[in-house]
């Protein structure tokens, strides 16, 4: 069983920054590719970003290109989103989720857990 805990989300003011944690625990952390991705009350859940099981390769939306930053630390079953030069268009529930692909996706349906979010709100 593999379960996933976010943290660090917050009511920020545009231009802040934030660092969101996800704690992963269960067998073989090191073998999942990770993702973060977001949603706001209406719209779809929507990629973040990704990192490969070694921590080697990273994608990024478009979006939050930039700005966001994606790591992992096998060692503490941890993988983090540090968040810089936050705006209004950022608010939205966090969601970290582990995939099992050999490759790294964008996509939701081919993660296989999710966390329970955390939400970021972005004033203006």
């Known amino acids: 069983q593999v379960q996933l805990v976010e943290s660090g989300g917050g009511l920020v003011q545009a231009g802040d920054s934030l660092r969101l944690s996800c704690a992963v625990s269960?067998?073989?952390?090191?073998?999942?590719?990770m993702g973060w991705f977001r949603q706001s009350p209406g719209k779809e859940r929507e990629f973040v970003a990704a990192?490969?099981?070694?921590?080697?390769?990273?994608y990024y939306a478009d979006s939050v290109k930039g700005r966001f930053t994606i790591s992992r630390d096998n060692a503490k079953n941890t993988v983090y989103l540090q968040m810089t030069t936050l705006k209004p268009e950022d608010t939205a529930n966090y969601y970290c989720?582990?995939?099992?692909?050999?490759?790294?996706?964008?996509?939701?349906?081919?993660?296989?857990?999710w966390g329970q979010g955390t939400q970021v709100t972005v004033s203006s």
């Open positions: 989720a582990a995939s099992q692909s050999l490759r790294v996706s964008q996509l939701p349906g081919e993660y296989d857990y």
């Open positions: 269960g067998r073989a952390f090191s073998r999942y590719n």
């Open positions: 990192v490969s099981w070694s921590g080697g390769r990273t």
